[in-house]
């Protein structure tokens, strides 16, 4: 098990296309696995072979282009489609098969009419035909946080013997909370047998807003493999925003001990890629890639930042691929601001200058929401023309 860094599983092609509005022709699952392999992510689950002729595509032409990275297919514990992914994936340098079946008391009563027993004999089968295609075999309890935990641990320790070399522990509907999800996690990785072989990954879902907490609370109870998609797009509410994550472990490296190997300068043009693909915007004031992320348009933010950044920016903007002049000049900014963006445009100021240009600029900005670089270009040169 790799302890000193967490696996990012990438979903966003899987996951992320399947929620409505995200959906992506193969070319563009190709630009974005293309991206997707820039940021050096672990796994790139390209798709779910099965699901139709276009998806079984666009895995195999991501499987045929990507090199450094492994690609992953998904299937359902049956046949048709452990083979599907199979096929999908073959002509990968890595490839690997994620299967999966639903474990709790609700999906077994009234989704697969299956009992405990009958879903132990599907998983052992379908992990032994996975293997049959590749030696990297993911193995999910779908709905796992709503299973009994006695039988959550039968099961992944009969996929573990089956040959599974990833454990995937979903919280399919986003039900659990930081302490709850980090007691699971210590337990399946202390009690299980076999748990030393595999690596056991967080698959987290946002329903209640959680997504981000509980898979970094999985980490702390043993998970060495994060699932997640870039925007944190994916069913229903989503699924854990991979360039949150990413950067909760970098920034809190102090806290967590463990970081991951993505190169997080690529974060904010992956999320503006994904966005353009799909034609959905992230909201302004969403965390890592949102306009406002690192925008400070407040006075005292402003000549707190133009001091030291440090004292309202907790990571630079530039390590996630932003540009560094993102002080929204607007009706709440003060003269130090004003000041320097006139520098950065090029104009030194006097105080009396800075002044008259001031007084001008507040008028203005009380009028327009943003004042862009050429509006102060337009107030300096009008300041100096009327002295
Ligand atoms: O949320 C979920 O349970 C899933 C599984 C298929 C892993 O997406
Ligand atoms: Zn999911």
Do not use: W
């Not at 409505?20 to 050096?40: C, H, I, N, V």
């Not at 399946?188 to 748990?195: H, I, P, Q, R």
């Not at 209640?208 to 797009?233: D, M, P, T, Y």
């Amino acid at each position: 098990m790799p302890d000193s860094y967490v696996k990012i599983f990438d979903t966003t092609l899987r996951d992320g296309e399947q929620a409505p509005g995200f959906s992506m022709s193969a070319g563009q699952k190709l630009a974005m696995a293309e991206a997707l392999e820039g940021l050096r992510v672990d796994v790139i689950e390209a798709g779910f072979a099965a699901a139709s002729p276009g998806d079984f595509e666009g895995i195999k032409a991501i499987a045929e282009m990507v090199k450094d990275v492994t690609v992953c297919s998904l299937a359902r514990c049956n046949e048709g489609d452990i083979r599907a992914s199979g096929e999908a994936i073959k002509p990968a340098r890595s490839g690997r098969i994620h299967i999966f079946i639903a474990t709790s008391p609700l999906h077994r009563e009234f989704k697969l009419k299956m009992d405990k027993d009958e879903i132990v004999r599907r998983a052992v089968a379908g992990v032994e035909l996975a293997r049959s295609y590749t030696d990297d075999v993911e193995f999910s309890c779908e709905d796992a946080i709503r299973t009994e935990r006695d039988y959550l641990k039968r099961v992944v320790e009969a996929a573990i013997k089956a040959g599974a070399t990833t454990i995937n522990i979903p919280d399919t509907v986003g039900y659990t909370t930081p302490e709850e999800i980090t007691d699971l996690f210590r337990f399946l990785t202390t009690e299980t047998e076999g748990a030393d072989d595999v690596i056991f990954s967080a698959h987290c879902h946002d329903d209640l807003g959680l997504a981000v907490a509980n898979s970094l609370a999985a980490v702390r109870g043993g998970a060495r493999q994060v699932e997640c998609a870039l925007n944190g797009i994916g069913e229903r509410a989503g699924n854990c925003a991979m360039e949150e994550v990413v950067m909760a472990l970098r920034t809190r490296r102090d806290f967590f001990g463990l970081d991951t190997n993505v190169r997080t300068e690529g974060l904010y043009g992956a999320s503006k890629l994904l966005s353009a693909i799909t034609g959905q915007m992230v909201p302004r004031n969403k965390a890592i890639v949102g306009k406002n992320a690192f925008a400070h348009e407040s006075g005292i933010h402003q000549h707190g930042v133009l001091a030291n950044r440090e004292t309202y920016e907790i990571m630079k903007p530039e390590h996630v691929g932003v540009s560094t002049d993102n002080l929204v000049l607007g009706k709440h900014s003060g003269r130090a601001a004003l000041r320097s963006r006139a520098e950065k445009l090029g104009f030194t100021l006097s105080d009396n200058q800075l002044q008259s240009v001031f007084v001008a600029f507040k008028e203005l900005a009380d009028a327009k929401k943003e004042v862009f670089d050429s509006d102060i270009e337009a107030l300096v040169l009008g300041e100096a023309v009327g002295q």
